[in-house]
């Protein structure tokens, strides 16, 4: 059964870091792609970042360029998303996705159950 | 940018429900559909543009080439009545997303 479970939301003050965690069961990720989308309350869906599937290319939303970073570990299985200088505007659930192949068809065919990030002072 | 309309549409189990989505330049038949209820992710349902996705009943069909692209549920089930989010993967970074389209029960 795929799986994949997102951890390290919380709270921040802006300006502060986070890093979410993604870890997949059912799969091997290395045969997979894999993104980060980000839903902010009572929003719609806004797609955050890309890796494929040996971490080489590497692609952001444009408001976090410089900010975000995605890296991957395919020896356990995760893909990570590193956060820094995050803003009111970062707030949302964070969803980690599996792309259908592994440089991006850009298909998401599993989803996490998210992990909610709040920045507030 | 992807415009979805329209924002709620409101009806009865068993009706048609048709849902739009529109892309501000061609991106050929490179458009999906999910389907996302409270609580939950969303949920892949269609991808390019008319090829369901597995598992996902018949009832669901979707149509549209270029720029016009429609969801056809063509007999509203109860577990139906969620929100609906169009995508299009013809030109990016980034991905985008439309709006959604709220289907709630009249």
């Known amino acids: 059964q795929v799986q994949l479970v997102e951890s390290g939301g919380g709270v921040v003050q802006p300006g502060g870091s986070l890093r979410l965690s993604c870890e997949a069961s059912?799969?091997?990720?290395?045969?997979?792609?894999l993104h980060w989308v980000r839903q902010a309350p009572g929003k719609g869906l806004e797609w955050v970042s890309f890796?494929?599937?040996?971490?080489?290319?590497?692609y952001y939303l444009a408001s976090v360029k410089g900010r975000f970073t995605i890296s991957r570990d395919n020896s356990n299985n995760s893909v990570y998303l590193q956060m820094n200088s995050l803003r009111p505007d970062d707030t949302a659930v964070y969803y980690c996705?599996?792309?259908?192949?592994?440089?991006?068809?850009?298909?998401?065919?599993?989803w996490g159950q998210g992990t909610l990030v709040s920045v507030s002072s | 940018v992807l415009t979805q309309s329209p924002a709620t549409l409101s009806l009865s189990p068993g009706e048609r429900a048709t849902l739009s989505c529109r892309a501000s330049?061609?991106?050929?038949?490179?458009l999906a559909w999910y389907q996302q209820k409270p609580g939950q992710p969303p949920r892949l349902l269609i991808y390019?543009?008319?090829n369901r996705a597995p598992g996902i009943p018949a009832r669901f069909s979707g149509s549209g080439s270029g720029t016009d692209f429609t969801l056809t549920i063509s007999s509203l089930e109860p577990e139906d009545f969620a929100v609906y989010y169009c995508?299009?993967?013809?030109?990016?970074?980034?991905?985008?997303f439309g709006g959604g389209t709220t289907v709630e029960m009249k």
């Open positions: 996705v599996r792309d259908l192949g592994k440089v991006g068809t850009l298909r998401f065919d599993a």
């Open positions: 390019d543009s008319s």
């Open positions: 995508q299009q993967r013809s030109s990016w970074p980034p991905l985008t």
């Open positions: 890796i494929q599937y040996d971490g080489i290319n590497q």
């Open positions: 059912g799969f091997s990720v290395h045969n997979y792609a």
């Open positions: 330049q061609d991106i050929n038949n490179l």
